[in-house]
């Protein structure tokens, strides 16, 4: 059965700072790849998606992932958050079975 | 536009009731599924529905029953609730079944089990 793995549950940083959120999962085949992202009080939105291709991708509010195959990761990035990016933050994988299975998220909270 | 609509946002039940999650779509969408989320242990996929007529188990679906009689429509049921279900319930949809589609998250129904 495919599972997704964030390994950073709490991340507190500063503004300016560079972020970097890890996920891997663990299934063999052809896999797509989400991150979404769950601003409080609100429900969750797409920040990027990884099919085929480029294994850097980019989203939205200047996040970036890199999808690497040979260790089954797909981490997120931001050069500079901002205070705005405290959220929680879900990797997401679909390995073609018709389901979309979540990791466990992380809370980035950004002091100003 | 509406896109996913959950009903009701907030609903507090005793042990041992029942109860229907509304979840409503107006994109069109074949697929549609339900999540529930706790804290540290992100969402997980409960049922989901590739279209109308159709529909199978997720990760946890022990307590829960599903239809889709239309595509517009995804309700969960919970036929005898218990403090365990207590949770975040969130309905989203995509285009279709195909993994590669994002999905559209509705806000979300917090319900707490007495």
């Known amino acids: 059965a495919q599972s997704v793995s964030q390994h950073n549950h709490h991340v507190i940083l500063s503004e300016a700072a560079s972020l970097e959120l890890g996920c891997n999962y663990s299934?063999?085949?052809?896999?797509?790849l989400f991150w979404y992202v769950q601003y409080p009080g609100q429900h969750l939105q797409l920040l990027l998606k990884?099919?085929?291709?480029?294994?850097l991708v980019k989203g939205i509010k200047g996040f970036e992932a890199e999808f690497i195959k040979s260790k089954f990761s797909f981490n997120l990035r931001k050069p500079s958050v901002q205070w705005s990016d405290t959220a929680e933050y879900f990797c997401?994988?679909?390995?073609?079975?018709?389901?979309?299975?979540f990791g466990q998220g992380t809370t980035l909270q950004v002091k100003p | 536009n509406a896109g996913v609509t959950q009903t009701p946002k907030f609903q507090v039940l005793k042990t041992g009731q029942s109860m229907t999650l509304q979840c409503a779509q107006d994109?069109?969408?074949?697929?549609m599924s339900w999540y529930r989320q706790d804290p540290g242990m992100g969402l997980r996929l409960i049922h989901y529905?590739?279209?109308?007529?159709?529909?199978d188990q997720g990760e946890v679906p022990n307590g829960y029953n599903v239809s889709r009689s239309t595509t517009e429509d995804f309700p969960l049921r919970l036929l005898s609730a218990a403090p365990s279900q207590t949770s975040v319930y969130f309905c989203?949809?995509?285009?279709?079944?195909?993994?590669?589609?994002?999905?559209?998250f509705g806000d979300g129904t917090r319900l707490s089990i007495l």
């Open positions: 989203a949809s995509s285009s279709t079944g195909f993994s590669n589609q994002p999905q559209h």
């Open positions: 299934y063999g085949g052809t896999v797509n």
């Open positions: 990884y099919f085929s291709g480029d294994p």
């Open positions: 994109m069109n969408h074949e697929y």
């Open positions: 997401a994988v679909n390995a073609f079975t018709g389901k979309l299975i």
């Open positions: 529905s590739v279209g109308a007529g159709i529909t």
